[in-house]
């Protein structure tokens, strides 16, 4: 028994843990029972074959059949399968390699993508954990950057369209405007109870 | 088994029809606890085992597998994911108790579909010949009285191309490994058994039984006799446990 079962052992342990609590992802991976997927971390030489069943994942480090897709990528590619994806937006990531049925790859990495795996511990095994640290320190770094240009870029729009462009109120004219019609509204109820009164007053006095 | 119709039941002599009663009163004592045993025996490393185990078998969907001595069906769960729903597990026990624990455990898994019960006895098999495409027994060929007829029978429901799994306790390698591994089966294994099962004999049996199983070379050579090709065997956790495996060509 090598490190490499040892390490098998605990990442299956760890997707089956949170399959086994998110009822969803374990009917999904229901549905590909007798399925294979293979793994192949690029520049390591290791492939990991992934086996769907009812009640939970196998994962086998060697698999004499031909599998049903081959997923190829990096450590980084591999990493990325860490972050869900909005709905309808591709699961598989951009730099990994599909070979065999690619609806099969979308099912299974939609699947991973929902589930919280340490993908950094597995491929410390193979890269070592300085590697896969910055690895892993290269990605968050890369979704922070990533929120900082879309919130910039937010920013600057809004300035442009305006102040620049003038097409759109600011939130300040926005906030006089709403409040202008408040009251408007407010003195407009005032006076139809005024009108009210007024028309009762001279019915009576006849 | 000799010739004098004695066979050994842990370190006892017992009539050969005596030895499969008093080994269905210790699996009868356990059943129920088997599972908890197994991991304060192993410290949990039984999962390992089995998971190797089931590796070198070759599973792929639409096999077909007799998984013999199933007991509460920890390898039997793992081979119905790996055949997929066209594929059949046949799990097996010669203890009812055991095998009504394994078919209860297996249904609440949600494994229903592609896992048929029987309940059989390893040394006369009720199905044809060359019916699987893989025969497996873990941690149960030493409780089977006659050994060698045991694996005739899995040679024979083999279909050509198929192959046996053999997982069981073995010899450990280093004199070291062997002196702390008698001292834990001997003393601790027992004491574990008394405070979980109330039952210090069935454990002391168990210990026994290990130590009176052929060691790796004697059951590869088993294997051969009975007409296995390509045997070879893994040692694991430094022989403690040993996975043999044969095909049939």
């Known amino acids: 028994m090598s490190i490499s079962d040892l390490t098998h052992a605990g990442l299956e342990q760890a997707i089956n843990h949170h399959i086994s609590m998110d009822q969803n992802a374990r009917a999904q991976m229901a549905q590909l029972h007798g399925r294979v997927i293979a793994l192949e971390v690029l520049g390591t030489g ?18 004499e059949g031909e599998p049903d897709c081959l997923l190829q990528g990096s450590p980084l590619t ?10 309808g937006e591709d699961p598989v990531p951009t730099d ?107 019915g009576e006095s006849r | 088994m000799n010739d004098k119709g004695t066979t050994h039941f842990g370190y006892e002599q017992v009539e050969t029809g005596e030895k499969a009663k008093r080994v269905r009163e210790v699996f009868d004592s ?6 908890l045993m197994n991991d304060l025996m192993s410290l949990g490393i039984h999962r390992l085992w089995k998971r190797y185990a089931v590796e070198l078998a070759g599973l792929r969907p639409g096999h077909k597998v007799l998984d013999l001595a199933s007991g509460t069906g920890d390898l039997a769960a793992r081979y119905s994911g790996l055949v997929g729903p066209e594929g059949l597990v046949t799990m097996t026990d010669i203890n009812a108790a055991m095998l009504d624990q394994g078919r209860a455990r297996m249904a609440d898994r949600g494994l229903i579909g592609n896992v048929e019960y029987v309940q059989v006895n390893a040394e006369a098999i009720p199905f044809e010949d060359g019916r699987f495409d893989c025969v497996t027994i873990g941690f149960g060929l030493r409780n089977v009285t006659d050994k060698q007829k045991a694996l005739d029978e899995m040679f024979r429901v083999l279909r050509p191309g198929g192959r046996a799994l053999i997982l069981e306790f073995s010899h450990p390698r280093s004199a070291p490994l062997k002196w702390a591994y008698d001292t834990y089966s001997f003393n601790l294994l027992p004491l574990i058994g008394k405070l979980v099962t109330k039952d210090e004999d069935s454990y002391r049996y168990l210990a026994e039984s290990i130590r009176m199983h052929p060691d790796q070379e004697t059951l590869r050579g088993m294997m051969e006799q009975s007409g296995f090709e390509r045997c070879d065997y893994h040692n694991l956790t430094g022989g403690v446990v040993a996975v043999h495996r044969g095909y049939k060509l």
């Not at chain 1, 290791?46 to 060697?62: A, D, F, K």
């Open chain 1, 96 to 202: 990994m390699r599909v070979s065999g049925e690619s609806e099969l790859a979308q099912q299974f990495c939609r699947i991973l993508r929902g589930v919280e795996i340490n993908w950094e511990a597995y491929l410390s095994q193979y890269t070592g954990s300085l590697i896969a640290g910055e690895v892993s320190k290269a990605i968050d770094f890369a979704g922070y950057w990533r929120d900082h240009i879309i919130d910039t870029l937010n920013r600057d729009l809004r300035e442009y369209m305006q102040e620049e462009g003038a097409v759109l109120p600011t939130r300040h004219e926005i906030d006089a405007f709403g409040n202008g019609v408040l009251q408007l509204e407010q003195r407009l109820r005032q006076l139809q109870q005024r009108i009210e009164r007024l028309t009762g007053i001279e």
């Open chain 2, 30 to 35: 356990v059943a129920t606890k088997y599972d």
């Open chain 1, 46 to 63: 290791r492939t990991v074959y992934l086996v769907p069943g009812p009640e939970m994942i196998q994962l086998l480090s060697s698999y």
């Open chain 1, 78 to 87: 591999i990493t990325q399968l860490r972050h869900p994806v909005p709905e």
